[in-house]
């Protein structure tokens, strides 16, 4: 949507039914007004057209016509324009010099009104057809820029908002840049210290304060990585790599990523697939990050002695990938939250941004799949998410394992 379009839509729905011309204005940044559309019925007029002025300045004192409107907000109707209305006008000359021009038998003007701000204002004239407005025609010119108005102020708002995404965008990828070259700065120096003088006799405390920075530094590049992403998902610039993978082997891969992390916490893994190899059309990359991040989750928030299980099956004529823990559950209310961005349960010990499950959503849905999650309180969580399928080969085991789903 942009405005421009709808401003040109608008002078040209209003010829020949309406006007015999017709033009929007539109109020720009500062105390200008700009010519945005112009429709003539006379097509031998056009070049009177393209002579109007394209912009002019606002005043507050104009008596009669656009700048009127602008100021007041108010419409205006002149049935006939006469001798006396052109003197009356003669204070601001442009007007009368327009009417002039367009050879005006009669006009309205209505001012573009949305959430309380005038936006510009429209102007109908009648000339060659003789017509005279009354009434009827300014209810009509009304409800039409009415409507319009709201249009025109949506296609700006998205327009913004677009803008906005695309600036903290670029903000985003420049802060996660320069951030990230001392970081990793930092990174390599807890990384030598830990090597060198943490690891000789008595440099215990060395060791200590170097892990505890690696692990500050590992904190603050994830989180500056879910930005990063974070924001171009928001704009829609997130580039994928499509290419054929095997599901059942990015799984296999997620969970030995997760294993040391998941065992030294003494949970139990399993993967359980129904298809020996399942294909999906992805970018591997962040399939695993999404994979990476459920287990991740799911290990958070799993106590010692618990299961989590991962496993590729095909529903549907697609590939849906699930995780699931015997951790400790999600509250009923909480659960239709959990995918928002920023949102973490109160309680919640985790020191993570509260951006992993919207980033996961956000790239399971640009690869065109969904995700959900299914939990009981107190007895664990299951996260699914479904890509686009492109093969599958059973296995022959297949009906065993997926009676073992089910159990
Ligand atoms: P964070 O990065 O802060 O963990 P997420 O978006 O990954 O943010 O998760 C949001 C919230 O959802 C978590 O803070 C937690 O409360 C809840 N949650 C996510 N996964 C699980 C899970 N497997 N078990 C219980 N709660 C979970």
């Known amino acids: 949507p942009d405005p421009h379009g709808m401003y040109t839509l608008l002078a040209h729905l209003a010829v020949p039914d309406l006007a015999d011309w017709c033009l929007v204005d539109a109020l720009e940044q500062g105390n200008w007004v700009s010519r945005v559309a112009v429709a003539c019925l006379d097509p031998t007029q056009q070049e009177r057209a393209a002579a109007l002025p394209q912009r002019m300045e606002r005043r507050d004192d104009a008596p009669v016509g656009l700048l009127r409107v602008l100021r007041t907000g108010e419409p205006e109707l002149v049935p006939a324009v006469t001798d006396s209305l052109l003197r009356a006008a003669a204070a601001e000359p442009a007007h009368p010099a327009l009417l002039r021009t367009l050879q005006a038998r009669s ?5 573009l009104r949305a959430r309380g701000n ?3 204002a429209v102007t109908f004239v009648a000339s060659g057809s003789g017509r005279r407005y009354g009434p009827d025609d300014l209810a009509l010119a009304e409800d039409l820029c009415l409507r319009a108005s709201l249009a025109i ?3 700006r708002l998205v327009g913004e908002s677009r803008r906005a995404a695309r600036a903290r965008e670029d903000l985003l990828a ?4 320069d951030l990230k070259n001392p970081l990793g700065v930092v990174q390599l120096g807890s990384a030598l210290l830990l090597r060198g003088p943490g690891a000789r006799p008595g440099g215990e405390m060395v060791a200590k304060q170097a892990t ?6 590992d904190r603050m590049s994830r989180l500056i990585s879910d930005l990063l992403d974070w924001g171009r998902l928001e704009a829609g610039g997130l580039p994928l790599e499509l290419g054929e993978h095997s599901m059942t082997a990015l799984v296999t891969e997620a969970m030995d990523a997760i294993r040391p992390l998941a065992e030294a916490k003494g949970l139990h893994l399993h993967t359980r697939s129904t298809e020996d190899d399942v294909r999906a059309k992805c970018d591997r990359t962040r399939v695993l990050q999404v994979l990476g991040n459920l287990l991740g989750n799911a290990v958070k928030f799993t106590p010692p002695g618990g299961d989590l299980e991962a496993g590729v099956s095909v529903l549907n004529g697609e590939v849906c990938i699930h995780v699931r823990d015997t951790g400790s559950g999600i509250d009923p209310e909480a659960l239709p939250h959990i995918f928002d961005r920023y949102w973490q349960a109160r309680d919640a010990a985790s020191r993570g941004t509260g951006l992993g499950l919207a980033i996961a959503k956000g790239l399971v849905e640009a690869h065109g799949g969904h995700i959900h999650a299914r939990s009981t309180k107190g007895e664990g969580s299951t996260f699914s998410f479904t890509l686009p399928l492109t093969g599958v080969s059973t296995a022959p085991h297949s009906s065993a394992s997926r009676a073992r789903l089910d159990a």
């Open 107 to 111: 006009y309205m003007i209505i001012p």
């Open 118 to 120: 005038t936006l510009g």
């Open 153 to 155: 102020d949506n296609a």
């Open 174 to 177: 420049v802060v996660s840049h």
């Open 212 to 217: 505890r920075i690696q692990d500050a530094t």
